[in-house]
């Protein structure tokens, strides 16, 4: 990781931004905080509720390549579901999960399609 200034180099904010070899290092953690929000989604029913959004997941701040600065960046898509509702109420128990591994990380609710 890396510290860094958030959407722009002159912004003042500074994030810890995850670089490519973080995210090859937490691949088999984010890939079991995604079961679970599937697996917790199920268990509330697999309801659709809520608008229709795009782009649901769950993000981290991300310095890419050659980057100067931190983007927001979605690393876990959503249970298939299309309702931001149904999405947010069954997300905790992966962010939960992720916070216990010292990953940063929060819900983006997308784009209204």
């Avoid at 810890?16 to 953690?29: E, G």
């Avoid at 599937?38 to 809520?50: A, I, L, P, S």
Wanted: net charge positive.
């Amino acid at each position: 990781m890396k510290e860094v200034s958030k959407w722009s180099p002159n912004y003042e904010k500074k994030v810890n931004a995850y670089q490519k070899k973080d995210l090859d290092n937490i691949r088999p953690v984010l890939q079991e905080a995604k079961r679970i929000w599937h697996d917790e989604w199920v268990r509330q029913g697999r309801t659709d509720n809520g608008t229709c959004c795009g782009g649901k997941g769950i993000q981290i701040w991300y310095l890419k390549p050659r980057g100067r600065s931190a983007k927001e960046t979605t690393v876990i898509n959503c249970p298939p579901v299309q309702g931001n509702q149904s999405a947010y109420a069954s997300v905790q128990p992966a962010l939960d999960f992720l916070k216990s591994k010292d990953i940063e990380s929060w819900y983006y609710d997308g784009w209204m399609d």
